[in-house]
Every structure is written in C-alpha cells, then in structure tokens.
C-alpha cells in the first residue's frame, strides 16, 4: 500500500502538478475502485478539492462515457481516469481539454503497474518522448519491419508528432499515465503492406500466436493468427470499416515499463513500436469511430525518411 500511495502521491504532484484548493476529478468504473479510493485521499492531503466518481466499465476502448460524467469533466481543473476501458480517444476527454483542463487517462492500469511505473521521475522520459515527437513531425514517410515479420509503409506529410510525456502541467494538457510515448496519426489511405503484432494486442491482451494483418490502402483488410485473430476480428466488426483504420503510429519509450498484456504499459515499452488502429480523430487525424485497439511489435526496425532511428528494438 505504501508503494501505490507514493505513486499516487507521484501522479498528482510531480505528474499533474495539483495545486491547493483545484478541484481534481476522478473517474473510475467498478474495477478501478481501489486506485482511485488512494488517489482521493493523496488529493485530500494536499487540500485539494477531489471528487470521485464511479460508472460502469465500457464495453470497449474509446466508447463515451455517460453523459453526467462527461458533463462533469468539463467543470474540473485536473482530471484522473483510472478506467478499464481507455477514455483517451473519446469527444468527452477532447472537450474537456478544450475547456482548459489537465487530463491523465490511466485505462486498464493495475495497482502493481502503479507502482512499478509511476515511482520515480519523469524528467528522462519527457525529454525522449519530445525529442522522437520532433522527429515523426519532421518524417514525410515511416517505414517499419520485424523479425516476426512486419513490413508496413504509412505518410506522415503534414501530421504533427505528440509527446506522451506525463507531465500535464498547463491547462488543456493531456497524457496517459504511465506516460512514454511518442506518436503520430498517418495519412489515411496510404498505410500499406503488411502488420504483423506479437507482443500484446488491446482487447486481447499478451500474444501466444502472433497475429497477421494486411493493410492496403490504409486498412486492415485480412486478419489471420488462430483464435486471437478471430477476436480481434469480432472487436473490429462492431464497429465498421472505420474501426480498422491505421490510426495511430507509436513508439514506446519508457524504461521502466514492462509487457504486461496490458495496453496501457505495453505501448510506454521502451524500444517498442506499435500501431493504433480504429478512431484518431483526437489526435489529428480524420476518422472516428468509438473503438482504437493498439497493437505492440518487439524488436523493430523504424526508418524515418530512409534514416533508421530503431533498430531491432535499440533507439540509435
């Protein structure tokens, strides 16, 4: 328990920079409860104004949150999302930031997680996430291939890189805790080739069997692999065509950070790269559609304009 309370006491004061008197908005559905009980009473200590607030879980990552909730959020100065289904990519968190909040969705983390990844500071890991964010900005044409068989082509032209970099200090600031990543939403339509995940998948969780995707003209066309394969088809299918949109392009960039099966952890992999793939409309991009499921690669190789910046996992 001491463990959980230091990194809530990390999150709120190093993290989100709360101040005396703001009022901190905490969103949990029933399987979070615990993390967000420890998070309230690290707020109370610093005479915060916390609130704590339960839903149901989602059905999946990116559904809306009810309406109450996402009326309250746009009346919070701070807010902390520890949820098992992820809020980032949802209209609720976009327009909360646009009124000004500091937001941390922290979806499906688990009090061991909390503890491993959120214990220590975030300065280093600011710094990567910034310095590769600069980098997919400045990229016209990423490449990546893997051991395990990825070979997939996406534009960049145009798109700007964020950093995921934990420290959500200014207002309409967003991030994912734990933070370390950076990443980009290609150019839909021009994700081409072949995608071939074998670390973890969302929804699914840490891969047995890899699962292999063909992509052609910025969608997940085919999808073969066994029984994960025919899960992650079904996650797909409730959505539409939409839901298979090559959305995101990530590079995972935390050390601290362990595959765990959970999204969450496995995207902030340092050496790791992954592709989003569904809604990216609030991150730049033009589709939504209330699903994005990343997909997690280890060892790749990611070429920027022809310049290799990983390789084999190793940052270069």
């Known amino acids: ?37 420890v998070l ?45 289904k992820s809020l980032s990519h949802t209209n609720a968190r976009r327009e909360a930031n646009e009124k000004g909040a500091r937001i941390a969705t922290m979806p499906d983390i688990t009090v061991e997680m909390m503890s491993r990844t959120l214990s220590g500071s975030y300065a280093d890991i600011a710094d990567r996430c910034c310095r590769f964010a600069d980098m997919i ?43 370390g990543e950076a990443y980009i939403a290609p150019l839909e339509g021009t994700a081409s080739g072949r995608l071939v995940v074998d670390g973890s998948m969302a929804g699914i969780g840490r891969l047995e069997t890899p699962i292999v995707m063909t992509v052609e003209k910025g969608f997940v066309t085919e999808i073969t692999g066994g029984s994960d394969a025919v899960k992650l088809n079904e996650l797909m299918d409730r959505y539409g065509h939409d839901a298979r949109n090559i ?15 959970s ?27 209330p699903s994005h499921l990343d997909g997690i690669m ?19």
């Open 1 to 37: 328990m001491e463990k959980l309370q230091q990194a809530a006491r990390v999150v709120l004061e190093d993290c989100m920079g709360v101040k005396q008197g703001e009022t901190v908005l905490i969103i949990v559905d029933t399987l979070k409860k615990e993390i967000g009980d």
């Open 40 to 84: 309230f009473e690290q707020a109370s200590k610093m005479q915060a104004e916390p609130l704590l607030l339960e839903m149901l879980p989602r059905e999946n990552h990116g559904v809306e949150p009810p309406e109450a909730v996402a009326r309250a959020m746009k009346h919070a100065d701070v807010i902390i999302i520890p949820t098992s």
């Open 137 to 179: 900005t400045a990229a016209e044409e990423a490449h990546i291939t893997t051991p395990a068989g990825t070979d997939l082509h996406l534009k960049l032209t145009g798109r700007k890189g964020l950093p995921d970099t934990g420290l959500v200090h200014s207002p309409g600031e967003f991030s994912n805790l734990p933070a």
């Open 247 to 261: 959305a995101e392009l990530g590079i995972g960039l935390n050390e601290r950070a362990q595959l765990s099966g």
């Open 263 to 289: 999204p969450l952890e496995d995207e902030k992999v340092l050496g790791t790269v992954h592709i989003g793939i569904g809604d990216n409309s609030t991150f730049g991009g033009k589709v939504s559609v």
């Open 298 to 316: 280890l060892k790749p190789t990611l070429t920027l304009d022809g310049k290799t910046v990983i390789e084999g996992g190793r940052l270069l």
